[in-house]
């Protein structure tokens, strides 16, 4: 089982997969969340479900805040936190309308929520609770942390930067590069910028400095796009996850398939096979040696499939030649 490239989970959700996350500093422990309701922890090297726990609507996101500690939010406007060695689960807080994103800055020890509601809510998971709420504007669709820094994409494709330490104002408000709606944004692991995928088959990647010299290093591409009778088929690109070390990344859209991309040097590294239906979600691990990807169909065709497809996450051991730079002279 272990020796394959890849596999299939044991024990998969009963609904749509929303979100897949890799623990800190391991490749075993796998958390999901899903449109049946339940976060799963997933013991993934014995292929096996450690522990589950619920929510009363389906589950947007979660993630970890250290080994043994979750937090989650969804359709029921509920954070809720759970400890895995004690197996009990707390009410952290709500927002007014659907939590879409939960994340943990590590290097400020704050859990952060953004909602349907406008807002991102600051947690401290030490005392727990809400140590503030900042307006966004329009509904938050996708968040990913950048150091101390949080960057948030919004409905009306607009692009917030905030300083987790002091939220008293915004960094920077941005216009995204792509005319269609913000599917996920993911920050570099060297913190220099971060990506951004929309439903129209397109990534861009975009730094954070405002230096006019940087700026001009921003760029955007077309991806998970299929060519059939002659006419393109453009599919959302609804995943993004960056390999920790080498500041590569993989993109999952809807057409089933996941490519791995290096993105200072704008060439795609490699192309998995076609999946059986969308990739909702993708996780690298700490160390970048396994992917997750989690398969599920999102309702995006006019005459659905009968039955839906399955709901599967598949675990794939990734090589250095998958995600490692080809470093050349020559650019393209």
């Not at 329009?138 to 917030?160: D, N, Y």
């Amino acid at each position: 089982m272990k020796s394959q490239t890849e596999y299939k989970l044991a024990s998969p959700p009963d609904g749509a997969i929303s979100a897949v996350k890799f623990g800190p500093n391991t490749s075993q422990f796998l958390l999901v969340s899903s449109w049946d309701n339940y976060v799963r922890l997933y013991d993934v090297t014995a292929n096996n479900l450690r522990h589950k726990y619920s929510h009363d609507s389906p589950v947007l996101d979660c993630c970890f805040t250290d080994a043994v500690h979750s937090y989650s939010g969804g359709l029921d406007n509920t954070l809720k936190a759970f400890d895995f060695n004690t197996t009990t689960e707390s009410v952290i807080g709500t927002h007014n309308n659907a939590i879409k994103c939960v994340e943990y800055c590590s290097d400020v020890n704050i859990v952060l929520s953004g909602s349907w509601d406008h807002h991102v809510k600051l947690w401290d998971p030490r005392t727990p609770m809400c140590s503030g709420s900042y307006n966004q504007c329009e509904k938050v669709f996708t968040m990913s942390v950048c150091g101390e820094k949080l960057v948030v994409g919004t409905a009306g494709r607009k692009i917030l930067v905030w300083d987790i330490r002091n939220m008293s104002y915004t960094l920077q408000k941005r216009e995204s590069n792509l005319k269609y709606q913000t599917r996920s944004i993911r920050c570099f692991p060297n913190k220099q910028g971060f990506v951004l995928s929309s439903i129209e088959g397109r990534v861009a990647v975009e730094y954070l400095d405002t230096n006019p010299e940087i700026q001009k290093k921003k760029y955007a591409f077309k991806c998970h796009r299929i060519k059939e009778d002659g006419t393109e088929k453009i599919y959302p690109v609804n995943a993004i996850s960056f390999h920790p070390t080498y500041n590569t990344f993989a993109t999952g859209g809807s057409d089933g398939y996941v490519n791995i991309w290096d993105g200072f040097n704008k060439k795609r590294l490699c192309q998995f096979h076609q999946y059986h239906t969308s990739i909702t979600s993708l996780s690298f691990s700490h160390n970048g040696e396994v992917l997750a990807i989690a398969c599920s169909y999102f309702l995006e065709e006019d005459n659905p499939p009968k039955p839906y497809p399955e709901d599967i996450i598949h675990i794939r051991s990734v090589s250095d030649q998958e995600t490692r730079p080809k470093y050349s002279t020559t650019s393209n």
